[in-house]
Each structure stands twice: as C-alpha cells, then as structure tokens.
C-alpha cells in the first residue's frame, strides 16, 4: 500500500483560501482528497501521523462537516436532484437532532447550517464531491442537465449567503459546468484548477513516484525476468522510464508534470502496459460530441489558449479545447504570458488572479502514450464507423507506396479513406468550405497515426510551416504538404482535373521555397517530398518532387 502525502497541500490551502473549486479529470485522486479533508477537519490527529502536517502547528480541532457526494442516481425530472440534496440535508440534521421543517431547499439548508453552528458554537466545512456529475451524466438531456445547473447555483449562492457561519468550502468536479453561472450568483468560490501552488495537489508527481513505487519497479522488473518477457526493457532504468512514457504527462500549469495515479496502480497489480484510466476515465458524454461532430476533436492539440477559456464550459456549446481538457484528454504544455505590448514570454510565474497588464495562455497538448494511442484508435472507430476494416486494409502497404513514390496506389488509398467518412458526404458545400484544408490534414494525420506511423505536424522554420512529417522509419521522413481547393458548381471534370494537378505542382514548390526538409536533412536521411491536392469532398491529385 501506498500513500502521497498531500497534507502540505491541504494546509496551505485552509490557511489562504476560504471557498475553493478544484477540476481534475475522473479517477485522479479527488473523492481520496475530500476524504483526507473530512478526517483533518474531523480532528483524527492519530490518522496523520508520519505526514507533513501532524509535525506544524496545525490544531486538528474537530469542527462540524457537511459532506455531499454529487453522483446521485435516476435523476429523470426537475425535483429530482432538489429531492436528493434535500434528503442528504435532513440526514445531516438528524445527526444533531435538528428537526427541519421547511420544504424548501434553500430554506432547510439556511435551517441546518445556522442550527449546527448554533449547537456546536464551531463554524462548518463543507465538502461537495461530484458536483458536475447532475449535468454530465443528463448532457443527452440539456433541458434537465440546465435545470440541474440553476438548482446547483441555488444551492451554492444559499451556502454563499451563510458565510458567516462557514468556515471552508471546497468543491470538485471534473468540468466547470454550472460555475459559468456562478458570476451572479456564489462567486466567492475561488477557482485553483491552474493555480501553480496546487499543481500537485492530485496524482503522482516524479518525485512522490520515485520514492513510493522503487520497491515496486523492483518486483515489476523481477516478475519480467521470471516470465522472459523483458522485450524491451533491459533494466531498471529502461522500465522505470516507460512507465514515465506511458502514464506521466499531466499538467495543470506547464511545469510540474503529474502521473496518473489510477494507472499506475493498476500497472503495479497486473505488470502490463494497459490504457487503464482511459478505459474507465473517460466520460460518455465526450464520446457523444466526438461522435456529433468529430472534425472538431480530429486535432485537439492547440497552440494557444487564453486562461478564461480553458476553465469555462457552457451546457450545449461545447470548445473542443476546453472540454478535452478538463476531460483528461489534453494537458498544459507550456504557460506563455503575454504583457500589454503583446510580448511573449514562454515562463513559470506564480500570478493569483493579479497583474491587469498580463494575459496567461496555455499551449495545450495529449498528455502520455495511454492516452495517444487510445484517443487516435477512437476516433478511428467513430470517423470510419462500419466502414473502419476498408478503410485501414489497403491493396498495397501504406509504408510501400509511400517508400517507392506510388502516386496511383496512394490515391486510390486516400480516396477509400475519404469515401468510408460518411459525415463527408453530408456536409454542404458552405459547411466543406469551412472545415476546409485543416480537416483533410487532420484526417490524413488520425489515419496514418492510426497505422502506427510517427508524426511531425505544423514544424516551422524561418521560411514557413510544414504540414505533415511522417517518419516511416528511423532515417527515412516524407514531407507532405496538403492543399484544398474550395468547390465550384461551374467547374467541369476537366477543370478539376487540371486545376488539382496545378495546385499539387505548388505544393511541392512550396516544400522547397520554404525548405521544409531542412530539419532533417543529414548525411544519413532520406527526405521523401510529397504534395495532396484535394477538390471538394475528397477528389484528389498527388505528386512527388
């Protein structure tokens, strides 16, 4: 059994903030925090010995809490979730013999908070765990998940308006749904998602990693070597490092990197490589939006995303960026803070809410192999739908046309590949012209991604921006620059013919104007230059210097 310690965490919280929200995706250590939380503020000093905090001058004075666990069940009208909170509300009265009466909820919950205080002359601390979990699991509902949202904000503006006999809040979830209405309403809850000192606050970091699971790699390596299943792990550093590979990777402020705690534990019960939280983690309301409009989530890596933006979510409108995010799927790769005269600084620095003259941007990225390879291997399955088998089992190897230049094999590949994307067909030619030349490198990207293929995308040098870099193996790299042309219903067969060949001729020009192949050019390399113009919904011409 192991344990991170988070009580230094915890104590510089209670000791600067008051009311706090905290958002991390499912299965990364939160309901284990609250639980933390409740026997600190229950005084259970004994529990703590041999943590950070039983040795401070912390009082573990016992002090009266209200627990809420969110994750109601068969919630299927508008008085359901008042109906549960209301029952958690009189089981908490009975606890102090309070007899409550009024029938509202707002009403009962002024009623229990002002009688506990008034019995145990000590303020409360209360603790909602799943808050969120009323709206997301209803999203094929907005109706009902909205009407769960106001009854949410009423329930925290009630806590809010008995402040003075509160001592802590503190509140998780995986996403800020109904937090995006709380600007009229509790606004006192402070949220610390991105806050730099509590990066740490869930989950393994390096250090805590290295320290608890040594004895742990130690018996993995052992079992390895029993087993003859070393492949390609060679020591204790090799595995130690893949694991790190495999299941590190999270950020909530670009410099500490988390790993996740429910795969690591998994991984030490069962010794293999498995998409454990990913298998769990992921919640069904993104697999619905993914599969409502997948362009939008094909290339979820985004350069850069103000702060604002990356922490809010509003029912039925949905950023990409943001819900995968909050979700897990996405993680902070970099923290770049913008001053007044639009400089970028590509910097770690501690901001609380402060500094008007500065806008904090995030440069997003997927977060670790588990979550790579399941991510690319979903949306496989939801673009190509029943037509997955034609579109990934080609005549001809996709490493093969590539290598020896098969312009023909490859067109005939990739217009398969278009053809098996039904949403393609559906969209009008106003919808096309918008999803545009992005959607096409986004779908080669997913397609040869899924192929298991190794790939650079957008790499910039002095000149330019590359499109797609494919490794097909160690020294050999295919440059492939992708261009779309909108449309016309005046063009002929003919036009499009000569106007998708001239277009790919540019392509391949602009490959080598802008020197894309520079970053890879050596000696030993060998630089494979190809161009794709596409017309419309998927015809298309390609070509090789």
Request: aromatic fraction near 14%; proline fraction near 2%.
């Amino acid at each position: 059994m192991v344990y991170a310690d988070k009580t230094q965490y915890i104590f510089d919280l209670i000791r600067t903030k008051k009311a706090c929200f905290l958002s991390r995706p499912r299965r990364f250590g939160k309901s284990l925090l609250i639980s933390t939380m409740y026997e600190l503020f229950s005084g259970n000093k004994d529990l703590f010995k041999d943590t950070w905090i039983y040795n401070t001058d912390y009082d573990f004075k016992k002090y009266p809490i209200l627990r809420f666990k969110m994750n109601y069940s068969n919630i299927i009208n508008n008085n359901d979730l008042i109906e549960l909170i209301y029952a958690d509300v009189i089981k908490f009265g009975s606890k102090y013999n309070i007899n409550i009466t009024q029938k509202n909820l707002g009403q009962a919950l002024d009623t229990l908070i002002e009688s506990i205080f008034e019995i145990t002359h000590q303020k409360l601390v209360i603790l909602v765990d799943e808050y969120d979990a009323p709206i997301t699991k209803y999203l094929n509902n907005l109706e009902l998940a909205e009407s769960n949202s106001l009854i949410l904000h009423d329930f925290y503006t009630t806590l809010k308006n008995n402040d003075e006999f509160i001592k802590f809040i503190f509140v998780t979830g995986i996403t800020r749904f109904s937090l995006t209405y709380f600007d009229s309403g509790p606004n006192n809850l402070i949220d610390i998602t991105l806050h730099p000192k509590f990066e740490g606050i869930c989950g393994f970091t390096i250090d805590e990693f290295d320290s608890l699971f040594e004895k742990y790699i130690d018996k993995a390596l052992k079992y390895y070597k029993n087993n003859q299943i070393m492949q390609y792990i060679k020591n204790k550093t090799d595995l130690r490092n893949r694991i790190i590979d495999y299941y590190n990777g999270y950020s909530w402020g670009g410099s500490l990197k988390i790993l996740n705690p429910y795969s690591i534990v998994n991984f030490f019960d069962t010794y293999e490589f498995l998409n454990y939280w990913y298998n769990i983690g992921r919640p069904k309301y993104l697999s619905k939006l993914i599969q409502e409009k997948p362009w939008e989530y094909i290339r979820p890596e985004l350069d850069k995303y103000i702060s604002d933006d990356l922490s809010r979510v509003n029912i039925g409108s949905f950023s990409p960026g943001a819900i995968l995010f909050q979700s897990g799927y996405l993680t902070i790769d970099k923290k770049i803070v913008q001053d007044n005269n639009e400089n970028h600084h590509d910097i770690n620095i501690n901001i609380d809410g402060e500094g008007e003259d500065l806008d904090i941007y995030y440069k997003l990225k997927i977060p670790n192999f588990e979550i790579e390879k399941s991510y690319r291997k979903d949306l496989l399955k939801t673009i190509f739908k029943e037509n997955i088998h034609q579109a990934l089992t080609t005549n001809k190897s996709i490493y093969n046309a590539l290598l020896l230049k098969d312009y023909k094999e490859l067109e005939t590949i990739f217009s398969s590949i278009f053809a098996s994307v039904s949403y393609l067909q559906q969209l009008n030619d106003i919808e096309m012209s918008i999803i545009g030349e992005k959607h096409f490198h986004a779908l080669i990207q997913v397609f040869l991604q899924g192929k298991g293929f190794k790939i650079f995308t957008e790499m910039t040098n002095y000149l330019g921006r590359s499109d797609l870099i494919v490794e097909l193996e160690e020294n050999i790299f295919v440059i492939i620059e992708i261009k779309y042309i909108k449309s016309e219903t005046k063009d002929s067969k003919a036009s499009i013919i000569k106007l998708l060949n001239k277009t790919a001729s540019e392509g391949l020009e602009q490959i080598s104007n802008h020197k894309y192949s520079e970053p890879f050019k050596n000696k030993i390399n060998k630089i494979i230059e190809m161009s794709m113009a596409i017309y419309g919904r998927g015809h298309l011409v390609i070509k090789f210097a």
